[in-house]
C-alpha cells in the first residue's frame, strides 16, 4: 500500500535507519525510490531501502513468519467498500490488517492505520482496530485521530453539502445538493462544508477551506477527483 512511497520518504527524511515498502505495482516501487533519491540530501548515509512488490496482505503475514519488527508500522490501504454492501468485509480487512500490524511493530512502537473507505464510518473504523488489539491481548494508547488532506480523492455522499456555481457566459447556474453528486466534468467555484448531526437534522457548518476555479470530476456512485 505504499504506492509512490509518501510515508516511506517522511520516515527516511525524519532519520531513520530502515525503511521497507510494499506495492502490488512495480511502477509504484519504482517511483518509491525515485522520490527517495531526489530527497538524498535528507537521508542517513547509512540507511537501509527495503521494499517488495507483492500482494500486502501475503507479504506483512511473511514478515510475521520470519520474525521481522519495527519501530513504526504504517498501514495505508486504499478503498475496501466501494460499495455499501462491501463494508462488512472492508471491516474484516482491516482487523485482518491490525492484527499482522500488531504482529510487525515492536513493543512501545508506533501503528498507523488509515481507512480511506467512505462508507466506512470513523467509529466502525477505530472499533474493529480496538476489538482486534484486544483479541492479540495488546494494550493500545491512542495518540491522534486525523483526516485527509485538503487535496485528497474523497466520496461526495450525504456527510457534505455542496454549494456548486457554474457560469457560462453571460448566464449563471446555481445549484444546491445535499447526497451523491452524479457526473459532472467542467471548472466550478466550489464550498465544502461540515454536516453536524443534531436533534432536529443536519446542520451545516462552514470548514472555513476555499476552494476556487478547480477542474473537479465527480464519478457515477459518488466518487471524485479534484485538479
Given at each position: 500500500f505504499c504506492c509512490s512511497g509518501g510515508f516511506t520518504v517522511h520516515a527516511a527524511a525524519a532519520g531513520a535507519k530502515l525503511v521497507h515498502g510494499i506495492?502490488?505495482?512495480?511502477?509504484?516501487?519504482?517511483?518509491?525510490?525515485?522520490?527517495?533519491?531526489?530527497?538524498?540530501?535528507?537521508?542517513?548515509?547509512?540507511?537501509?531501502?527495503?521494499?517488495?512488490?507483492?500482494?500486502?496482505f501475503e507479504t506483512m503475514e511473511e514478515l510475521v513468519r520470519t520474525g521481522r519488527r519495527f519501530d513504526i508500522v504504517v498501514i495505508d490501504p486504499p478503498s475496501f467498500a466501494?460499495?455499501?454492501?462491501?463494508?462488512?468485509?472492508?471491516?474484516?480487512?482491516?482487523?485482518?490488517?491490525?492484527?499482522?500490524?500488531?504482529?510487525?511493530?515492536?513493543?512501545?512502537?508506533?501503528?498507523?492505520?488509515?481507512?480511506?473507505?467512505?462508507?466506512?464510518?470513523?467509529?466502525?473504523?477505530?472499533?474493529?482496530?480496538?476489538?482486534?488489539?484486544?483479541?492479540?491481548?495488546?494494550?493500545?494508547?491512542?495518540?491522534?485521530?486525523?483526516?485527509?488532506?485538503?487535496?485528497?480523492?474523497?466520496?461526495?455522499?450525504?456527510?457534505?453539502?455542496f454549494h456548486v456555481n457554474r457560469r457560462r457566459g453571460n448566464k449563471s447556474m446555481n445549484a444546491r445538493r445535499v447526497g451523491t453528486l452524479q457526473r459532472f466534468t467542467g471548472t466550478i467555484d466550489i464550498v465544502i462544508q461540515r454536516a453536524s448531526q443534531t436533534a432536529n437534522g443536519a446542520v451545516f457548518d462552514d470548514i472555513g477551506y476555499g476552494f476556487h476555479r478547480l477542474k473537479i470530476t465527480f464519478a457515477g456512485d459518488g466518487e471524485s477527483s479534484l485538479n
Open positions: 506495492d502490488l505495482s512495480s511502477h509504484a516501487i519504482n517511483e518509491v525510490g525515485v522520490n527517495l533519491d531526489a530527497n538524498q540530501a535528507r537521508l542517513r548515509a547509512d540507511l537501509t531501502v527495503e521494499s517488495t512488490v507483492g500482494d500486502a466501494p460499495r455499501e454492501s462491501a463494508v462488512p468485509m472492508a471491516l474484516r480487512a482491516y482487523q485482518r490488517l491490525t492484527a499482522l500490524g500488531l504482529q510487525l511493530v515492536n513493543a512501545g512502537g508506533l501503528l498507523f492505520q488509515a481507512s480511506c473507505s467512505s462508507r466506512v464510518d470513523a467509529e466502525s473504523f477505530y472499533a474493529t482496530i480496538q476489538r482486534q488489539a484486544d483479541l492479540s491481548g495488546v494494550t493500545l494508547t491512542e495518540i491522534e485521530r486525523t483526516g485527509h488532506a485538503l487535496d485528497h480523492r474523497i466520496g461526495f455522499h450525504a456527510q457534505l453539502h
